[in-house]
């Protein structure tokens, strides 16, 4: 079975400009979650979906926000972009966030974005 | 509140030796705690987790993690390195019911020496 998938793998970007990440969790998996990992750092968390629904929410800023499609695929989105968003994007998907707590996220490869 | 610290930012070993992680954490209820490996630009890869069973949790690759809530410590070892263990290394902890995500430290480097 098809791991999760992300696109694309590189993006480059100026400053204020909008990017729009793309994740496809593994099939069968509902839950799709976000992460930010700045270089040398661990993933931060920035969004839960479930059901198209934002379950969780992260400390980011509302430049940054996404939405999940009825095929449970996702898509993240950071407008105005800042010098500091430059970091690898994370998804993660699990089956169902009724006991995310226990379940396991299953991590893409991520999206590595730098803004210029 | 959660929080995961790790000590160590990098943590060299020989071939052969004994490996340990050190990992503890902070929550304001009973936790979940995971160990991921990252090796050069891939993502994150689930070694094992913690959800209130077994106090000691058996992974992949012979790792193994500990469960200490007196000690508020999660942390990983195996018995035997080898070169191809060197990558980044996450101690995680979620609770509750999960809507705050996975919290991360901010990982330890693993580096195998021949």
């Known amino acids: 079975d098809a791991g999760v998938t992300q696109s694309p793998t590189h993006l480059i970007k100026t400053r204020g400009q909008q990017v729009t990440l793309r994740c496809s969790p593994i099939?069968?998996?509902?839950?799709v979650s976000w992460y930010q990992q700045v270089l040398g750092q661990g993933p931060q968390f920035i969004f839960q979906y479930y059901e198209k629904e934002e379950r969780g929410r992260g400390n980011f800023p509302d430049r940054f926000s996404a939405r999940q499609f009825p095929n449970y695929s996702s898509e993240l989105n950071v407008n105005a972009l800042l010098l500091g968003d430059s970091a690898l994007y994370l998804c993660?998907?699990?089956?169902?966030?009724?006991?995310?707590?226990?379940?396991?996220?299953?991590f893409g490869p991520g999206t590595r974005l730098l803004v210029l | 509140a959660q929080s995961v610290t790790q000590l160590g930012s990098h943590v060299s070993v020989s071939e052969g030796a004994l490996v340990l992680l050190r990992c503890n954490y902070s929550?304001?209820?009973?936790?979940?705690l995971f160990w991921y490996v990252q090796y050069p630009n891939q993502g994150l890869q689930l070694l094992l987790k913690y959800t209130s069973a077994a106090t000691l949790v058996k992974g992949i690759n012979d790792f193994e993690a500990e469960f200490k809530k007196s000690e508020t410590s999660f942390h990983l070892t195996k018995p035997s390195a080898h070169m191809s263990d060197a990558a980044e290394y996450f101690c995680?902890?979620?609770?509750?019911?999960?809507?705050?995500?996975?919290?991360f430290g901010k990982g330890t480097h693993l580096i195998i020496q021949p």
């Open positions: 929550s304001s209820v009973p936790p979940y």
């Open positions: 995680a902890v979620i609770s509750g019911g999960g809507a705050d995500g996975l919290t």
């Open positions: 099939s069968g998996h509902k839950s």
């Open positions: 993660a998907s699990s089956q169902s966030p009724g006991h995310l707590a226990k379940e396991t996220q299953y």
